[in-house]
């Protein structure tokens, strides 16, 4: 059979059958509705961008709501990135890919930030829809900040610009690419005038009112990263959407409870006046006596008056024409306020894939409940990751590629790993148990992944073969093959353990 470097020599032969006639390019338009550089697709004015973005800066300030993000976005950021050569490349360009994935690793610890910064900084379009990063791309030299001196082209930075800066998009191609976008900015004041500086805040106001700019800022220079970009929306669509409706009626509810618990603390007050002081054409003497027994009742119900000082007037039957009297309003109610707003912070909670932040809480919730809801979040964030994984790929591989006059052709690419949260014990049972039936290699790259596993910074070299593997490996013998050769408990076969769990019974 003939190898990958003569299989890449063979060219496809020319067709010279009758060609169908056919209209090379696009006929059709994605259908996002824009007016102005604004995407009119979504009905709602306050989730329409820009004023989207005062929305969901607002509701990310809610108890409910912020501890979600951040849950899911904190997974984000617990990712573990690194650089990959892919598998099936020429043996002829194996070195070269080894160089330009070391020239990659570089790079991710070669900005003037974290690259764990750029990767949070990247996540905060799991609340707003997008996120931008432009790309500060520098010679490596010493002298413009890099710790090389190589001269290649690298990376000086991935930075954010802020969503709620961005007040218009562009395209071209009648509308089917998105060319760029306007950002405007106040511009912070470097002149070094230290008057200006010192001269008070409205001297500084003023200045400040005169350095808004608005700049345009091209694509090709960003890194766009989109949740659900319906219709090819650049905003796309933000998780807060399916978390507006529960987090508007929550503050409703909240907001009828806190006046329902003041009610029933103040109780509800009464003044009886005589009915000529309530008619519309009383004299102006009763009008402003009105007038301030209102005031009086408005300051009593905001606890700013402790008494009220009446007339002590009767009529002809003796009875009071002036009195104050508190109805007390407390009572059962139809309907439960607190069962309603738990209910409501359920819904942003699934909205937001933050469900299982309410287990325990409540009488409810188990370890399996909470096992398969992990397994849900883990698949939101994977979704997540793998969007800036694409555009990292897609666009900051192959701009540095391409300023470097490398070949794009075949390029390594960045790759994450999150943190597995399955217990050392399952995780040893698993391996023992598959080995133990010969469904594990032993290669460098296994033995390596047990031992980070495990915490143990110690890795072998991924050029050793199984024969030196065998040499430096403990020698040991699991009897895990004749459990597994047998039959484990409950089977037809003998099985090792008598009873209990299987793993625990195939000790090594």
Sequence with gaps: MADKDDEKTISLPKGDGKVPPMVYGQQGYSGLVTLGGQVWDDCQHELRWPYAYKTFKKMSTDSTVRPALDYVEGKVAEANWRVRVRKDIPKNREAEQRAYAKFLEECMNDMDHSWNTAIKNAATFNRYGFSILEME???????????????YVGIGGLWPRSQGTIVRWWWKDKGRVLDGFDQRVVIPSTDGDVSIQNAGWEVVKAKAELEIATKFIPMKTCLHFRHDPENGSPSGT?????????????????????IGVAQDNNAFKILYLPPEYLVEDADEDRKASFRMYQQMMERAHQAKQSGFILPQLTDNEGNKMFEFD???ISGSKAYDVNAIIARYVREIQVALFADVLSLGGGSGGSYSLAESKVSIIDMAVKARLTEIKDQLNHKLVKTLFEQNGWPTDIMPYFDFELPNAESLENVGSYLQKTAATGLIPLVPEVVNFVLARAGIDYQVSEDMSTEELRKIMTNFKSESGGGMESGMNGSNGEGTGASGDPATANKG
């Design 137 to 151: 791309l520098r010679f490596r030299n010493k002298k413009y900040g890099s710790n090389f001196d190589d001269g």
């Design 238 to 258: 933000s998780p807060l959407v399916a978390a507006w409706q529960p987090w508007k009626l929550k503050l409703a509810y909240q907001e009828s409870e806190m």
């Design 326 to 328: 508190i109805k007390n």
